[in-house]
Nanobody, 126 residues
Framework: VQLQASGGGLVQAGGSLRLSCTASGRTFSYYTLGWFRQAPGKEREGVSCGGRRGGTTYYTDSVKGRFTISRDNAKNTVYLQMNSLRPEDTAVYYC????????????????????WGQGTQVTVSS
């Protein structure tokens, strides 16, 4: 599976962005979807995740109520709608997929993923 992330950019605090991640290749083979981010000097952090077939979605505490993960399986695309952006949301955002499901919020753990996109920069100015 090849992943292409897009939608990043520069936005003022309080603004919104929608990230997209489109999969190509053996798209039928992935099950778990995730968005991660990595700010300079920090470890990669799980932002949101869920299953390709719907169900429960998970968010790191700092983005709950502001970010929403969604998917369009017909387009092999997963989205991350980011509202009320803050300067601390500035990071490179990555999408990732995994072939099999994982229990609950384990999908926020970057170590469970097999395929990663190239990342898209999100910069939030104060």
């Amino acid at each position: 599976v090849q992943l292409q992330a897009s939608g990043g950019g520069l936005v003022q605090a309080g603004g919104s962005l929608r990230l997209s991640c489109t999969a190509s290749g053996r798209t039928f083979s992935y099950y778990t979807l995730g968005w991660f981010r990595q700010a300079p000097g920090k470890e990669r952090e799980g932002v949101s995740c869920g299953g390709r077939r719907g169900g429960t979605t998970y968010y790191t505490d700092s983005v709950k109520g502001r970010f929403t993960i969604s998917r369009d399986n017909a387009k092999n695309t997963v989205y991350l709608q980011m509202n009320s952006l803050r300067p601390e949301d500035t990071a490179v955002y990555y999408c990732a997929v995994r072939t099999h499901r994982v229990p609950g919020s384990t999908c926020l753990n970057s170590g469970v993923y097999e395929n990663w996109g190239q990342g898209t920069q999100v910069t939030v100015s104060s």
